[in-house]
């Protein structure tokens, strides 16, 4: 007696031969505000006169704490997650750890220490001089980040204000700016000179990935206005 057997179909998974050069988008290794436009530090100290960087948007899902190379003395803040960076040439970039100037830095810190989801952020980078009658900074100048990320027409912080009758609630709910984050702040960060990456003053004997998870990890400076 003769049995038909029935093959199943090969499920197993093959991968397509490579052909041609590179695909998808090139990974770069960070980006930070001084990245983005180098040499920009030099140019406000010269000109006195603020200068474009570019943009950065993106989710950052994960703090990293660890010693500035340039000094191990002092803490370097980073984020891991997606983010697209606009270089002041135009140029693209996308990367998985990057950095952000001391007001948006400690923001997403408190985010992701409270929430433990991932911060959506999308920022235009300025680097501009010290204002006449605020502490100077170590290199006479500061990057600053304006908020781009449009606020959704249930967004808690514009409801309450609404709600307060602190500002009328517009036909179409727009609002783009964090509210007071465009006046110098008290004191100003230190930065490095190249990228632009705030360095905090104690040091991380090694590398720390700050979970979103672990709340008591995350330090959190106090608030500020500006970068």
């Not at 998808?24 to 290794?29: F, K, T, V």
């Not at 920009?40 to 200068?51: A, F, I, K, M, W």
């Not at 960087?53 to 990293?64: L, Q």
């Not at 100003?188 to 990228?195: A, N, R």
């Amino acid at each position: 007696m003769t049995v038909n057997q029935k093959t199943s179909p090969d499920r197993s998974i093959r991968a397509t031969a490579q052909k041609g050069g590179p695909k998808g988008d090139r990974l770069a290794g960070y980006v930070g505000p001084g990245t983005l436009r180098p040499g920009v530090g030099q140019l406000v100290q010269r000109s006195g006169q603020p200068q474009y960087c570019g943009a950065m948007a993106g989710i950052a899902m994960a703090v990293i704490k660890s010693p500035n190379p340039r000094d191990p003395s002092r803490t370097s803040t980073r984020f891991i997650g997606d983010c697209m960076a606009i270089r002041q040439n135009g140029q693209v970039l996308t990367v998985g750890e990057f950095f952000l100037p001391g007001t948006p830095t400690r923001i997403i810190e408190a985010s992701l220490a409270h929430s433990g989801e991932g911060v959506r952020f999308c920022f235009d980078i300025w680097c501009e001089p010290d204002p006449e009658g605020r502490p100077r900074s170590p290199l006479g100048y500061s990057y600053v980040a304006y908020n781009r990320r449009e606020r959704p027409p249930n967004d808690p912080v514009l409801a309450l204000a609404y709600a307060s009758g602190l500002i009328e609630a517009p036909a179409g709910d727009g609002g783009t700016l964090l509210l007071g984050a465009n006046e110098a702040q008290a004191k100003p960060d230190d930065v490095d000179p190249e990228t632009g990456e705030v360095i905090g003053r104690s040091a991380v004997p090694t590398g720390e990935i700050v979970s979103p998870s672990d709340k008591s990890a995350s330090k959190v400076s106090g608030r500020r206005a500006t970068a």
